[in-house]
């Protein structure tokens, strides 16, 4: 038998199907928004002959598409995986990466981090020379996943042959990765940490693991430059770190809370807008714009003890 590919990223774990999955697949299946660029909504029946098809290819393979779980609950988010499609399209043969989420799960980033994961399998496991993605072309949420997890748009529209002539969604645009684009984007840099200057090391504390929730990441004494080496960090973030670095000349005093001349200094992103605008209006946390739906998420600005301008930004998926 095969050996079953079940990865786990950061917060996601993708794995064969269970009988507890059906009736939340279906759900989804059923569901108008989720479905607004497939040719009709999936009967329970067509959505359970997926998973056991699915299925079937685990045991054969050892990879299909899987149901992505999310680690800290174990709740059902929908799936992600590879797939070679059913029908003969104008690129074929090929493997395409796909996914579908339940809509109160979309905005989290969550079809980006599991498609990433499905892209890694293809390429490193599977030795996949080329994956494909395929959508509707009015379909933007999908296309921006697929550009996010670096496919590009190959400019070869086409009818497919699924959806009846005639229908808005027949026609559908194809994206393409090769392995070796695969490698070249997985090239990575961060910044590691961001200098916020500070009155005092303690009343920047309290406002920011006391009000704001953030994490004390280090707070250890360094003596040959009689200083602190403070460090905190959004909940759950795994890379973006703030240094609480305390003024010490002048100079730098006069930077205090104007670190970009009255601009939004630093954009703090939330899986949850309204949890983080509701705690932080309860700490006294002051708000100078209210929030606001943009084209990209929603937004409120406010400012930290200081006075610089934070943007609290649930992006949209």
């Not at 933007?140 to 009846?164: C, K, T, W, Y």
């Not at 084209?295 to 609290?312: E, I, M, Q, R, S």
Request: proline share 6%.
């Amino acid at each position: 038998m095969p050996q079953i590919i079940e990865p786990e990223t950061p917060r996601l774990r993708l794995r064969q199907w269970r009988e507890s999955d059906r009736e939340p697949f279906a759900a989804l299946n059923a569901d108008p928004e989720v479905m607004e660029f497939f040719p009709s909504l999936q009967s329970r029946e067509a959505s359970d002959a997926s998973i056991d098809a699915w299925q079937a290819r685990f045991a054969s393979q050892g990879w299909s598409n899987w149901a992505i779980e999310l680690r800290a609950t174990g709740e059902f988010l929908g799936f992600t995986g590879l797939s070679v499609p059913r029908r003969v399209l104008p690129f074929s043969p090929c493997v395409e990466v796909g996914w579908r989420l339940a809509r109160e799960h979309w905005g989290r980033g969550y079809a980006t981090e599991a498609a990433r994961a499905a892209l890694e399998v293809g390429f490193t496991r599977l030795g996949l020379g080329e994956i494909v993605s395929f959508t509707t072309i009015g379909n933007l949420r999908s296309r921006a996943v697929m550009e996010r997890i670096g496919m590009r748009n190959a400019h070869q529209d086409f009818d497919h042959p699924g959806v009846p002539e005639g229908h808005p969604l027949r026609r559908h645009c194809l994206y393409r990765m090769s392995r070796g684009e695969w490698a070249g984007s997985r090239v990575k840099q961060s910044l590691g940490l961001v200098s916020l200057v500070v009155r005092d090391y303690d009343e920047a504390l309290a406002f920011f693991v006391g009000k704001l929730g953030f994490a004390l990441v280090a707070d250890r004494y360094v003596p040959e430059q009689s200083k602190r080496w403070v460090v905190v960090s959004p909940p759950g973030a795994s890379e973006s770190r703030l240094l609480l670095a305390r003024a010490s000349s002048p100079e730098q005093e006069s930077r205090i809370g104007a670190q970009t001349g009255g601009r939004v200094f630093l954009f703090l992103h939330t899986d949850d807008f309204w949890r983080d605008y509701e705690r932080y209006r309860a700490q006294g946390v002051e708000f100078v714009r209210p929030p606001e739906q943009e084209p990209y998420g929603t937004v409120a600005v406010f400012k930290d003890l200081y006075g610089n301008l934070w943007d609290l930004l649930q992006p949209k998926e």
